[in-house]
């Protein structure tokens, strides 16, 4: 991710439902071109410009099970209680499955349960600092985009954000937005920064435990229930390190742990050359992410074409991929510098 004091550093439409998940989805997929490289650090986002790029409709919902329907102009909630799930290491092998379904867990992993998730699909941003509560609804009206990243904190998150209060998320999330929270935890000790936080292998375990704590406390002080999924962010670092790959996947799995411990999804964003890859090729598979966003500069907007792992990690609605990074847009005059995201995936749920 680009947006902070770290290393350099989403969409197919549809309206589905499947067994007890809500999903969200609209719009059309985008051209695809042959480029990659790495996000580089940027300010938040400045007003003024010119209206660019199309509007496209963003999100419809269905939550009778079974059925499909077309795309419709605009996501809304649904009232209807969700059923309980039971997540069991549902990033690994098999054949996909739907969400909220029972999965046979790998003798390393014990049963999670957590409450069925909601499930956003299309486009979605990211950006350095939440936009002012205007900018986000003159942008729902008039982009393509249908979700938005926060950062909801970790003493690595590189943005001020004096609008991201509870106000704030309920207000964005009654005019349609559906957003994703990012926590930038403790970073890799083998990691060139200077960030303020970072792992150490002795303290890995206890350090993971407090900040996926920490992570539940902030989400739910924003008005993000149980239920919601919350996306450990981790930059980019040398996974040819192996103690170092081991301390961070010792954090990791214990900040899991604390997530889950609250009924929240794990959700992880790393990148697909290091960050991500590590989690994706470790041996030991239990307590790693429900979830993965995953960095790769290809202006691919899916999350099943170039996937970069195995096509049998994270299936039935666990993926997303920032697929861009740095775009300065401009929609209701109010222009933002951007990441694209397509998604397929978990976002908050508001309440």
Not at 314 to 341: C, F, M, P, S
């Amino acid at each position: 991710m680009s947006h902070r004091s770290l290393p350099n550093k989403k969409r197919h439409y549809i309206a589905l439902s499947v067994a007890g998940v809500l999903v969200l989805g609209g719009g059309a997929a985008l051209a695809q071109a042959a480029t990659s490289g790495r996000g580089a650090h940027r300010s938040p986002a400045v007003a003024a410009g010119t209206a660019s790029g199309p509007s496209r409709p963003a999100g419809s919902v269905s939550t009778a099970a079974g059925t499909v329907k077309a795309p419709a102009a605009r996501a809304t909630d649904s009232t209807t209680p969700q059923p309980q799930g039971t997540v069991n290491s549902i990033r690994r092998g098999g054949p996909p499955t739907a969400p909220g379904s029972v999965v046979a867990a790998p003798p390393t992993a014990a049963p999670v349960h957590l409450p069925t998730p909601v499930v956003f699909t299309g486009q979605g941003f990211d950006t350095c600092t939440a936009p002012s509560p205007t900018t986000m609804n003159g942008w729902r009206k008039s982009s393509p985009y249908g979700a938005a990243a926060v950062y909801i904190g970790g003493r690595n998150r590189g943005c001020a954000q004096p609008q991201l209060t509870a106000s704030w998320v309920h207000s964005v999330h009654v005019s349609g937005w559906r957003l994703i929270p990012l926590y930038v935890g403790a970073q890799p000790p083998c990691q060139t920064s200077n960030n303020p936080e970072k792992i150490t292998a002795g303290a890995a375990a206890a350090l993971g435990t407090t900040d996926g704590a920490d992570a539940v406390a902030k989400a739910a002080a924003l008005g993000m229930k149980s239920g919601s999924a919350i996306y450990l962010d981790m930059e980019a670092y040398d996974i040819a390190n192996t103690s170092c790959v081991q301390s961070v996947l010792t954090y990791i799995r214990a900040w899991d742990r604390a997530a889950h411990a609250k009924g929240y999804w794990a959700g992880f964003y790393g990148f697909s050359q290091s960050s991500a890859a590590a989690v994706a090729s470790a041996a030991q598979t239990g307590d790693l992410p429900d979830v993965l966003w995953y960095a790769r500069y290809d202006n691919t907007a899916d999350t099943t074409t170039g996937f970069p792992f195995a096509n049998t990690l994270w299936t039935g609605h666990r993926r997303g991929h920032q697929y861009a990074v740095n775009k300065k847009e401009t929609y209701a005059g109010a222009t933002l510098t951007i990441d694209h995201d397509a998604w397929d995936a978990p976002v908050a749920i508001i309440g």
